[in-house]
């Protein structure tokens, strides 16, 4: 075997193992959760509403259960572990509709990468339903008439507005 065929099979066989360890927290899949509601939801320091707020997520940001307690639960997100309140969390898979919802009644747009600065791939009115395929802090990547794209997370609803 030449040196050439002998690396480019050493490379092969690094990226497959590097594919694989990128997939395992996907297959971990039985403790997530997402956020729900119709306003951002805190994240806290302890189960306390006088805990110290060490972030506010949006409806659709997925989490990650560290444990589920009766009116709090402790997740990890963004790489911050805290509590939020258990009655805006679902574990239900089904949630993966959702809905435009901006404050002025401007268009939403769907962009090609999770950017402001990324092409524009169109606009959508408040109360398009979308399919959440990804679901993130700032991004969520949703596909709405065909064409998949990201939309601010901030803008999408659970509750048809």
């Known amino acids: 075997m030449r040196s050439s065929e002998k690396w480019k099979r050493i490379l092969s066989v690094i990226l497959c193992a590097v ?44 989490v990650t259960v560290l444990a589920e ?12 572990t805290g509590y939020m309140m258990t009655q805006y969390l679902s574990t239900a898979k089904s949630k993966n509709i959702m809905y435009v919802r901006t404050y002025t009644g401007v268009k939403l747009r769907l962009r090609e990468r999770a950017t402001v600065f990324s092409d524009i791939l169109g606009a959508y009115s408040p109360g398009t339903a979308v399919v959440v395929l990804d679901r993130g802090s700032a991004w969520t990547k949703v596909r709405v008439n065909g064409q998949v794209g990201y939309m601010g997370s901030q803008y999408l609803s659970s509750t048809k507005p």
């Open 19 to 62: 594919l694989i360890v990128v997939s395992l927290p996907a297959l971990a899949a039985d403790n997530t959760a997402y956020v729900v509601g119709n306003a951002k939801v805190n994240l806290r320091k302890s189960s306390s509403h006088a805990a110290k707020v060490l972030g506010s997520y949006s409806p659709g940001t997925q």
């Open 69 to 80: 307690g009766t009116n709090w639960t402790k997740v990890r997100v963004d790489g911050k």
